[in-house]
């Protein structure tokens, strides 16, 4: 009987170990959520035109565990009039939970040596997201706005407004989904 009770008793050990090992590596409610469209790897749509690259891709993708949600994109512009070569525009974007669960925020760089402070709020309806720069008043404000559209490409529009000024577009585009 002892053999018995003792067969029990590791049994039932071993099930509460395995239940809190599953609750713990189960995930929680997933706060990337609002902003797992965006995840994937996205070519540029563009035909060129002013404001509009000729070429590029946008890559979105979870790093350290995902604890960020990483955007690296790269845009090349064909030549100007008088010009030999045209422009490549990099970017990398770092996108971060805020503890509060009231959205995220992110930082921008790029390779002509803009940093953008962006605060994320929780996105009013799906696949669609705005970040908003974070600017003393006496700074140009940012705003970069993803929509999925009902081709299940995705709008990406970038605004911009001078001190005290009003939001204008600046560049948009439309990416699709690679496979």
């Known amino acids: 009987m002892r053999v018995f009770g003792g067969i029990i008793v590791l049994v039932l050990a071993t099930a509460v170990v395995a239940a809190v090992v599953q609750a713990a590596g189960a995930p929680e409610n997933d706060v990337w959520a609002p902003l797992q469209f965006l995840v994937g790897t996205w070519s540029g749509v563009g035909s060129g035109k002013p404001g509009e690259a000729m070429t590029g891709s946008t890559t979105f993708s979870y790093e350290l565990d995902r604890k960020v949600l990483v955007r690296k994109n790269r845009a090349e512009y064909p030549p100007k009039p008088g010009q030999k070569t045209g422009q490549v525009h990099e970017d990398l974007l770092v996108i971060y939970p805020q503890p509060d669960s009231a959205g995220f925020k992110a930082v921008y760089f790029d390779n002509e040596g803009h940093v953008i402070n962006y605060t994320i709020p929780l996105p009013s309806r799906p696949d669609y997201v705005i970040f908003d720069s974070e600017a003393p008043e006496k700074s140009p404000r940012f705003q970069l ?3 999925t559209t009902k081709e299940g490409l995705l709008s990406v529009e970038f605004l911009m407004a001078p001190p005290g000024g009003e939001l204008r ?3 948009k ?6 496979k």
């Open 173 to 178: 585009g439309v990416l699709k989904r690679e």
């Open 169 to 171: 577009s600046y560049t």
């Open 145 to 147: 706005v993803y929509e």
